[in-house]
C-alpha cells in the first residue's frame, strides 16, 4: 500500500506567517550576532578541496534579508566564496519548477539519509534511489534534469536561474572549479553508479562537470540572504520583484531543507535552530524563516560534518532573538469568548 499523502492540488494551500521585529531591533540583534561570535576559531578549514583551504579563517559576515528586500549586515557580508552544496537547494527549485511535486519526490526522494553527504553506501542500500537532493548522489541526479539540449545549455539555465535567485549575474570561480574538477573522482563514481540503475540517462561525466560548475559560482552572504529571502517570499525575490518560482515550489524546495539541508546533522539542526536551511564547505550558510525572511552567513571554519560552527552559531542565537522558529508558539489567548452554543 502507498502510504504517502498526496493532496497537492486538492486543497487551497493557507499561509502561516509572521513579521520581523522592528527595524533599529533586527539591525542591533544582527550587529550582536557577529560580535557574540567574531573571535570563535572552532573549526577547521576546508582540506578536500585543495583551494578551500587557502580561505582566511578570520572571516565572518552575517546578514538578514527580510521579504520586503531590506538588508541587515554585519562583517564580511561582501566577501565572495563558492557557493558549493548551497546550490543544490536552488537547483532542485529550477527542477521542481519545470517537472513537479510528484516527479521529483519519486525521481530523487526528500527522505533523509542518515549518512555523509558523499555516501555511495546510501545508493546503493536503496537500489539507486537517491533518497534526497541535497546528499552529492541526489544533487548530481537533479542537476542531470535541468532543462536544455547538452550540458552547455544545461549550463545556461543553472547560471541563469540561480542568478535570479540572487538578483544579479553570477560568476564561477574558474580557480574552484579547476581544483574541484581535479579532485571530484567520488562523484565521477556516483554518477556512473547513478547511470547503471538508470537515474541518470545523459552522459554522467558531462553531468558531473555542470555540478561541479554550479557549486564553483560565486556568491556572499548577502547574495545568499537574498537566494533564501526569495524562497521565504513565495518564490518572489523581494529585491528584484521578479517571480523566480512558484509559492509551491519555494514550500517544497523549503520541507526539502528542512529535513536534508544540515546532512546528517539536519535533525539536531531542526530540533536546536528550527528553520529550514543549506550549508556548504566553503563556509557559506542559507536559512529561511518562511514570510519573514532570511540569514545568509560566512565563515569557512567547518564542524565534522561539514558545516560552518560560526554560522551554525549565529544563526541559531537570531532564530532564537527575532522569533524566527517555525515550531515556536506560545499560550493560545482567545480573541472572543465562546458561545454557550460553541464547545469551550
Not at 110 to 118: I, K, Y
Not at 200 to 229: F, W
Amino acid at each position: 500500500m502507498d502510504s504517502r499523502i498526496d493532496v497537492v492540488g486538492d486543497v487551497a494551500q493557507a499561509v502561516s506567517t509572521g513579521a520581523l521585529p522592528g527595524w533599529d531591533q533586527v539591525e542591533e540583534l544582527v550587529v550582536a550576532a557577529h560580535a557574540r561570535y567574531a573571535d570563535d576559531s572552532s573549526g577547521v578549514l576546508a582540506d578536500y578541496i585543495p583551494v578551500l583551504a587557502q580561505a582566511d579563517p578570520a572571516a565572518f559576515g552575517v546578514c538578514v534579508v527580510d521579504a520586503d528586500g531590506r538588508e541587515h549586515a554585519a562583517g564580511a557580508t561582501t566577501t565572495r566564496f563558492s557557493i558549493q552544496s548551497i546550490s543544490k537547494a536552488f537547483v532542485y527549485a529550477l527542477v521542481s519548477e519545470r517537472l513537479g511535486h510528484a516527479h521529483l519526490r519519486e525521481r530523487i526522494g526528500v527522505d533523509n539519509t542518515g549518512l555523509a553527504f558523499n555516501s555511495v553506501m546510501a545508493v546503493e542500500l536503496h537500489g539507486g534511489h537517491p533518497r534526497n537532493p541535497m546528499v552529492n548522489a541526489g544533487a548530481i541526479a537533479t542537476t542531470a534534469l535541468v532543462e536544455g539540449d547538452g550540458p552547455d545549455e544545461q549550463w545556461e539555465a543553472v547560471v541563469d536561474g540561480l542568478s535570479r535567485f540572487a538578483g544579479r549575474r553570477l560568476e564561477v570561480d574558474e580557480v574552484v572549479y579547476t581544483s574541484e574538477a581535479a579532485t571530484n573522482s567520488r562523484n565521477k563514481a556516483i554518477a556512473r553508479l547513478l547511470e547503471s540503475y538508470g537515474r541518470i540517462e545523459a552522459d554522467p561525466l558531462d553531468v558531473v562537470d555542470v555540478y561541479t560548475r554550479q557549486c564553483s559560482l560565486l556568491v556572499d552572504a548577502h547574495d545568499l540572504a537574498v537566494m533564501g529571502a526569495t524562497l521565504a517570499d513565495g518564490g518572489v525575490n523581494p529585491v528584484t520583484g521578479e517571480r523566480v518560482v512558484s509559492e509551491q515550489v519555494a514550500t517544497d524546495t523549503l520541507a526539502v531543507l528542512a529535513s536534508t539541508g544540515m546532512y546528517e546533522r539536519s535533525g539536531e539542526w531542526l530540533f536546536d535552530v528550527g528553520l529550514p536551511a543549506k550549508s556548504g564547505v566553503a563556509g557559506g550558510i542559507v536559512a529561511v524563516s518562511p514570510g519573514k525572511g532570511a540569514i545568509g552567513t560566512y565563515s569557512p571554519l567547518l564542524d565534522p560534518a561539514g558545516n560552518s560552527v560560526r554560522g551554525q552559531r549565529a544563526t541559531a542565537y537570531l532564530s532564537r532573538a527575532l522569533g524566527l522558529n517555525v515550531f515556536a508558539s506560545s499560550v493560545h489567548v482567545p480573541t472572543r469568548p465562546t458561545s454557550p452554543e460553541e464547545p469551550a
